[in-house]
């Protein structure tokens, strides 16, 4: 599938993804995963929220965000995106969305790359550029699509060596599709759920999916 520049419609479901620049790897302890797992989660509308790095340290105790219920409520009252799936990889990241307003998928990697790669250079003590250039983007053209796209982020994992089930990689959204949402209306996954009878049979769609010639190369 050639790359193109995607225009972005409301109520349509795209697939966003970047990586490191030069292929380097973006995520290099789990407090990095975290946070960008905050702030895929979390800057799904302007709502401001403070002080992430104490968020990052209670999720390490407690692998939960510390966020009150009136808090999510109001992120999700207002967001301007709906996340469907997600997977973090050590240099590249996936994402499958709605736009749920004007402009919202732009505005909503723009917050969340931006914060990120602040983040990144300001540990690391290094400049330039986190990403290779803007986020790439793939709109999603029929269901047969969403489906397996939604297969091929969720079975990511099996390129790492050290990953032997990507059933339970805590780094994509696939556990909280098979076990329990973690992250309750801040994801989305009922669009996918809903078209199988049951957990397990969207498990064993993952498994047999052949979803590569759905999906637009990172390179």
Same mark, same amino acid.
């Given at each position: 599938?050639?790359?193109?520049?995607?225009?972005?419609?409301?109520? @349509?479901?795209?697939?966003?993804? #970047?990586?490191?620049?030069?292929?380097?790897?973006?995520?290099?302890?789990?407090?990095?995963?975290?946070?960008? %797992?905050?702030?895929?989660?979390?800057?799904?509308?302007?709502?401001?929220?403070?002080?992430?790095?104490?968020?990052?340290?209670?999720?390490?105790?407690?692998?939960?965000?510390?966020?009150?219920? +009136?808090?999510?409520? +109001?992120?999700? %009252?207002?967001?301007?995106?709906?996340?469907?799936?997600?997977?973090?990889?050590?240099?590249?990241?996936?994402?499958?969305?709605?736009?749920?307003?004007?402009?919202?998928?732009? *505005?909503?990697?723009?917050?969340?790359?931006? !914060?990120?790669?602040?983040?990144?250079?300001?540990?690391? #003590?290094?400049?330039?550029?986190?990403?290779?250039?803007?986020?790439?983007?793939?709109?999603? *053209?029929?269901?047969?699509?969403?489906?397996?796209?939604? !297969?091929?982020?969720?079975?990511?994992?099996?390129?790492? +060596?050290?990953?032997?089930?990507?059933? +339970?990689?805590? /780094?994509?959204?696939?556990?909280?599709?098979?076990?329990?949402?973690? /992250?309750?209306?801040?994801?989305?996954?009922?669009?996918? %759920?809903?078209?199988? #009878?049951?957990?397990?049979?969207?498990?064993?769609?993952?498994?047999?999916?052949?979803?590569? @010639?759905?999906?637009?190369?990172?390179?």
């Amino acid at each position: 599938m050639p790359y193109r520049k995607t225009q972005f419609v409301n109520d @349509e479901f795209f697939h966003v993804f #970047n990586r490191g620049t030069e292929k380097r790897d973006i995520f290099l302890d789990n407090r990095d995963r975290i946070r960008f %797992l905050f702030l895929i989660l979390y800057c799904q509308s302007k709502h401001n929220l403070c002080n992430i790095s104490r968020q990052v340290s209670y999720f390490v105790k407690h692998q939960v965000f510390n966020i009150s219920v +009136k808090e999510t409520e +109001k992120i999700i %009252l207002n967001r301007f995106v709906s996340i469907i799936s997600f997977c973090l990889m050590p240099n590249h990241f996936h994402i499958l969305l709605k736009q749920d307003k004007e402009n919202g998928i732009s *505005e909503y990697m723009q917050k969340v790359q931006n !914060a990120y790669a602040k983040y990144f250079n300001t540990k690391y #003590n290094r400049t330039g550029h986190l990403f290779s250039g803007p986020f790439k983007s793939v709109h999603v *053209e029929d269901n047969r699509q969403l489906l397996h796209l939604s !297969a091929y982020i969720h079975k990511n994992p099996k390129e790492l +060596k050290q990953q032997q089930n990507y059933e +339970k990689y805590r /780094w994509s959204s696939l556990p909280d599709y098979l076990v329990k949402n973690r /992250w309750k209306g801040l994801l989305d996954p009922e669009i996918i %759920l809903d078209q199988f #009878n049951n957990k397990d049979g969207y498990k064993e769609f993952v498994k047999t999916s052949m979803a590569k @010639e759905f999906i637009l190369d990172l390179d």
